[in-house]
């Protein structure tokens, strides 16, 4: 059982009709994860909308039977606040990936019982939950454009880009190696370009973190990746070989 008052700090339950977050919090489990630990594997039926109360977890698609190990294609991260399982919370089909805590992880799980109820209660409520929907399928199309049609630069200087449109940091806390499952490319990659903006002073790498300085530089480069100068690109590499081995990820690999 939640409390009223831990659902009313959420950006998805704030404003909801106060009889219908009392029959959410009464039905409410919160499930505590230990990192490596996951909440819900592809296949399994989990019919639920989980929201993560502290820490973070990844949804990524697990690597083909006898694939490399690591393999993992990751499609989303999760932080405080966040709602998901919107997908198949009221289909007749199983998840199609893995959801795993990237550190130690509260989360908040609502069946879905108890929101076809609630949902036909309050139409505020049901209104976040399409606007959430609409906002991953918005994301995932531009993955998808990004994996298809741009080069690492343009995909890297576009994931910052938006990282920092959006003032979250909840990617910028994975591993180097989920990152760059997400961006489609090799962790290797991912240091020589992130590097590369370092030289161009678009960000900056310090104890482990990645703090964006330009994002208006990275959005130029998203949008023409073709234009790389030789110098920069010369003085990434020597950089490369410091920042590899740290990563520039707050959570350990």
């Known amino acids: 059982m939640a409390e009223v008052v ?35 594997r592809r296949g399994e039926f989990r019919r639920s909308l989980f929201v993560v109360l502290e820490g ?11 694939g490399l190990k690591g393999s993992e294609r990751a499609i989303e991260a999760f932080g405080p606040g ?5 997908d198949v919370l009221f289909a007749d089909s199983p998840q199609i990936a893995d959801c795993q805590a990237m550190m130690r992880t509260t989360v908040l799980c609502i069946d879905s019982t108890v929101l076809w109820d609630t949902l036909e209660r309050d139409p505020l409520l049901s ?84 703090f964006l300085l330009d994002a208006e530089g990275l959005g130029r480069l998203a949008d023409d990746g073709s234009r790389a100068d030789a110098p920069a690109v010369a003085h990434a590499a020597t950089v490369a070989a410091s920042t590899v081995a740290a990563g520039f990820s707050p959570v350990s690999r």
């Not at 973070?56 to 006898?66: D, F, I, S, T, Y």
């Not at 995909?155 to 760059?180: H, K, S």
């Open 6 to 40: 831990m659902l009313e700090r959420l950006p998805l339950f704030r404003g909801v009709d106060a009889r219908v977050l009392d029959a959410i919090a009464i039905a409410a489990k919160s499930r505590r994860l230990q990192k490596g630990e996951f909440l819900f």
């Open 82 to 86: 966040t709602a998901f399982g919107e």
């Open 127 to 210: 209104a976040r939950l399409l606007r959430n929907l609409s906002g991953r399928l918005h994301a995932l199309m531009r993955d998808i454009e990004a994996t298809s049609l741009h080069n690492a630069l343009q995909r890297v200087a576009g994931f910052l880009r938006d990282e920092a449109r959006a003032g979250r940091r909840t990617w910028l806390a994975c591993t180097q190696r989920v990152i760059a499952s997400k961006l489609g490319i090799t962790p290797e990659t991912l240091s020589r370009v992130v590097s590369r903006f370092c030289a161009e002073n678009l960000v900056r790498l310090e104890r482990g973190k990645i």
């Open 56 to 66: 973070l977890v990844k949804l990524a698609l697990p690597a083909a039977p006898g």
